[in-house]
């Protein structure tokens, strides 16, 4: 069995600025090279925190990152110095969610592409350039010579998003690591931008985290999907088995929710009540307070992650179960 990118084993993520903020509670979860992860859970769950630390980008006086993170062999949290700089960009790499906040307006898409390659590889600046204009145009961006020279500001959202993809992919990173990257496109981008990103993928046989509230781009992009709520993931598995047969009542929740061929012409079944606040977490399953199946031991103990067959699954009453 070969060994994994990406291997994660009770990572968890708190902020400790005004108030302690638990973001992210012992996760574990394993990415095989060439894979593609949905990151899939309401705002608010742990999904952008949860990639913000794969990337080590919270200052340590503010934030703890625990348990263990493996990438390509590395041990993530134990980098410092040029190591952790070669690790992020040349590793990892990420495409946020607001792409005109990650450029410096005050610099050309090409001088940053540019930089970044020459921050990773012993290159020329011609040489850079090339390779820089290359990318420009390897993620479809017509006039690619033109958008090279232009500013951030000076781009489309979908043209912006598209540059950020090459930004991120011009170090040639075994992982990346997607933000919602489509939320602020209109519908048609969308489905652009995300099919550009599986055909990158599989181009460059990389591993991708995509991180997403859409059911919909999820089952575009994505080979297997594991579901956060308050800063756990509470079911994990193939994207089929997922959508079709959902075992914990909240990724339940979030499939009636959608809009689909399954549900036309049908009322939405939104999921009652709001996430909890993490700066103080209810005692026991986090997702007790919304659910209809609970009982007593939901509201006292949190439950433990099952495998069941192929997937794993954090529930004390899954489906064909009853409460007591």
């Not at 781009?155 to 912006?160: D, F, I, K, N």
Request: charged share 20%; net charge neutral.
């Amino acid at each position: 069995m070969s060994t994994p990118l990406v291997s994660i084993k009770d990572m968890g993520l708190r902020f400790t600025a005004k108030r302690t903020v638990s973001a992210v509670n012992q996760i574990s979860l394993e990415l095989a090279h060439g894979e593609v992860l949905g990151l899939l859970g309401e705002s608010g769950s742990g999904k952008s925190a949860t990639l913000r630390a794969l990337l080590r980008l919270y200052p340590e006086s503010r934030a703890k990152v625990s348990g263990q993170i493996r990438i390509d062999g590395q041990d993530v949290l134990s980098l410092k110095g040029r190591a952790l700089e070669q690790y992020r960009g040349g590793t990892v790499s990420m495409v946020f969610q607001e792409p005109g906040l990650a450029f410096d307006p005050v610099y050309t898409i090409g001088q940053q592409i540019v930089q970044a390659i020459q921050a990773h590889a012993a290159v020329s600046q011609q040489d850079a350039a090339e390779q820089a204009l290359a990318m420009l145009e390897r993620v479809q961006i017509p006039q690619a010579r033109r958008r090279f020279d232009a500013y951030p500001h000076e781009l489309s959202g979908g043209m912006r998003q598209r540059a950020m993809i090459a930004l991120a992919l011009s170090c040639k990173p075994k992982l990346l690591l997607a933000d919602e990257p489509t939320t602020a496109l209109d519908a048609t981008v969308q489905i652009q931008i995300l099919l550009l990103l599986r055909e990158l993928q599989k181009e460059m046989n990389m591993s991708v985290i995509f991180v997403t509230h859409d059911i919909g781009a999820a089952v575009e992009v994505a080979d297997r999907i594991a579901v956060m709520y308050a800063g756990r993931i509470v079911e994990q598995g193939a994207v089929a088995d997922i959508v079709h047969r959902p075992l914990h009542p909240y990724t339940a929740g979030l499939l009636a929710s959608s809009v689909g061929a399954a549900n036309k012409g049908q009322p939405l079944q939104a999921v009652p009540g709001s996430p909890p606040d993490m700066s103080n977490p209810p005692v026991g399953c986090a997702f007790a307070p919304r659910c209809s199946r609970a009982s007593d031991i939901c509201r006292t103990e949190a439950p433990p992650v099952e495998q069941l067959g192929g997937r794993s699954l954090a529930c004390w009453f899954p489906p064909h179960s009853e409460p007591t």
